[in-house]
């Protein structure tokens, strides 16, 4: 008897978390299916089909395909789920409904009474819309690139009190552009974005920067997962595993990145952390030099400091993409401002402190010949502005990397909400030799 068909279909799921968080819930024959749309007919007929949960660009395209739509699906216009039932018909839903309200109370936003702007036109701008009415918004305005409200008057929405991301503008691995400028809406109270890679958008880091309650797409795509695998299997799946499953995928796919003085022990406590974790530690000045085809001290001999910070940047730029990795960055990335959202957006930022007297200096361009306590001073206050928290690395390596696991470990497994910042400690009068 062939085995039955459950997984994800789209046009290009190279990004797609959806197989872990399945395994996850018990499906383990859970796989991606990249269709052309030429294909998406044929591939539907198939009797075989178990479960399927459809993404961009078809949960309008597949419906003249299903024999039977739920009425929530019918009314919103997109469906997100499909299987196969004894009677051989094709049945779909829209669970992408349930995780968007879940991301959104989750996240400690209301949408009573508010106006909301949703940006995008797709299927999941559809269900946005669908919920935010459902909640009780006092009106919804859509976004798109032609139409009465488009991207060029959006002025004219300054009243709206909730932004709702639906496009892929942010989403790896174009990171770093946000669809909009926050600061349009001055009333702004909550913004939502359906991207969950990276973990912080351009438009979510803004959002934490304005203080404004905000949450990623992670949160919409456990919960929605959650309720097709309740249709795949005709099943109830208590809620708890939502919290469950979306902590297990924040520990395994956030990043680890370690800032600190020179010689304070980064790459030390690097590996202790690899080792640790089984996590794959990437150097930033290993990375640098391999891409530079030169030693640091060889680039600062050519091209000085200038030099060094604009392959950094690169580095930054690259490495903060990924995720599930140990970043080990040099001692002066914190003073250029830019690399704070390549290294934030992923990722939980450590500072390592330690005793002035005994960092070393030897084949380090920039600390060898300087005053260690005016670089302190000068460089202080920048630690503190990128940090989510400090570490203290006077004592035992392989302890310093237990302490970083540990903390990890409770902050991606707490189930604090979204909008709730990690922490980031005020510079204060912290001296590097006092901690």
């Keep these: 008897m062939p085995e039955k068909i459950y997984g994800l279909l789209g046009r290009k799921l190279g990004h797609s978390w959806s197989v872990p968080i399945h395994t996850a819930l018990g499906c383990g024959d859970y796989r991606l299916y990249e269709r052309e749309p030429e ?32 009425p929530v699906a019918q009314a919103i216009g997109s469906v997100n789920t499909l299987t196969r039932r004894p009677d051989g018909k094709l049945y779909a839903f829209n669970t992408d409904a349930a995780g968007f309200r879940y991301m959104a109370e989750r996240a400690g936003i209301s949408f009573a009474g ?15 819309q669908a919920v935010a009415r459902s909640m009780g918004a006092g009106a919804v305005a859509v976004i798109s690139r032609s139409g009465p409200d488009h991207y060029g008057n959006l002025s004219r929405h300054a009243d709206a009190e909730i932004v709702v991301n ?20 001055p009333k702004c109270a909550g913004v939502l974005d359906v991207i969950y890679n990276p973990r912080r958008t351009a438009l979510l880091l803004q959002a934490e920067k304005l203080g404004i309650p905000c949450s990623d797409g992670l949160p919409m795509l456990v919960a929605q997962a959650k309720a097709a695998e309740e249709h795949f299997f005709e099943r109830t799946i208590p809620d708890s ?55 640091i001290p060889e ?25 599930g990795k140990i970043l080990l960055t040099g001692g002066g990335v914190v003073k250029d401002a830019r690399n704070y959202a390549p290294l934030h957006q992923n990722g939980r930022i450590y500072h390592l402190v330690r005793d ?63 909008h709730e910042p990690a922490g980031h400690p005020p510079a204060g009068d912290l001296r590097q030799d006092d901690v």
């Design 39 to 70: 294909e998406l007919e044929a591939f539907l007929r198939n009797a075989d089909i178990g479960g399927l949960n459809v993404t961009i660009p078809y949960k309008r395209a597949v419906m003249p395909c299903c024999d039977v739509i739920d």
């Design 166 to 185: 639906t496009t892929p503008v942010g989403m790896f691995p174009d990171t770093g552009a946000s669809p909009v400028d926050l600061t349009v809406f």
């Design 114 to 128: 508010k106006k909301a702007v949703i940006l995008g036109t797709g299927g999941a701008s559809l269900t946005a």
């Design 299 to 323: 680039i600062f001999a050519s091209g000085g400091e200038a030099e060094f910070r604009a392959l950094e940047r690169e580095a930054v730029t690259e490495t903060g993409k990924l995720s």
């Design 241 to 295: 595993e939502n919290e469950r499953i979306l902590a297990q995928l924040r520990r395994e796919t956030g990043n680890i990145i370690l800032i600190g003085m020179p010689g304070c022990g980064k790459s030390t406590v690097g590996k202790a952390l690899s080792a640790l974790t089984g996590r794959e530690a990437i150097d930033l000045d290993e990375w640098i030099v391999e891409k530079a085809g030169r030693t």
């Design 356 to 418: 002035l007297a005994l960092l070393p200096t030897e084949g380090r361009p920039l600390s060898q010949n300087a005053d260690l306590a005016a670089m302190w001073a000068e460089r202080s206050p920048l630690y503190a502005g990128f940090r989510d928290a400090v570490i203290d690395n006077s004592g035992a390596v392989e302890d310093t990397a237990a302490a970083i696991w540990r903390d990890f470990c409770e902050d991606t497994g707490a189930q604090r909400p979204e």
